[in-house]
């Protein structure tokens, strides 16, 4: 089960692979143990990485941001990378609507790749399609031929129904 846990670190970006070039001196469980630190300590409090990890607001003393930047050194030393979250594109412009009249449907698409999800980073939230209806107005009618009816002339003369 631990050898499971430490492939899935690995394949997701947590962990280095073990075939990977690097200066590494620290063991899996230790590495992970300071990848938690980093996150905990330098991240949450607003250390601004250098190895493209995202950090919250606040600030740091000196002495803590000399921390974060050993752990920091560490870390990428053993090719650590942090997890990037998908992020959308913009919408395309709407297609054209489907039918004239009668209604219809638009779409417009958008990309999760601004930036793509790396290293076990979080897919974009949300749908890659919108659509909308259009041209919602029924169809105008041809005219027909109606029922035959009873017709009158008038003799327009002398004014009289024939």
Known sequence: MMMFALIALISLGFLPSPTAACNCKLEAAELKLKIAL????????????????????????????????????????????????????????WTECSASCGGGIQSRTRSCDNPPPAFGGAPCAGDAMDTKECNTDPCPVDGGWGMFGFLRRRNTEQNEVV
Do not use: A, M
Not at 69 to 86: A, F, M, Q
């Open 38 to 93: 980093y996150d905990r300590k330098c991240l949450q409090k607003g250390f601004k990485s250098s190895i493209g990890c995202v950090s919250e607001e606040g600030k740091l003393s000196r002495r803590e941001q000399r921390k974060c930047l050993k752990i920091e050194d560490k870390l990428e030393d053993c090719n650590h990378t942090c997890p990037v979250d998908g992020g959308w594109t913009e919408y395309t412009e």
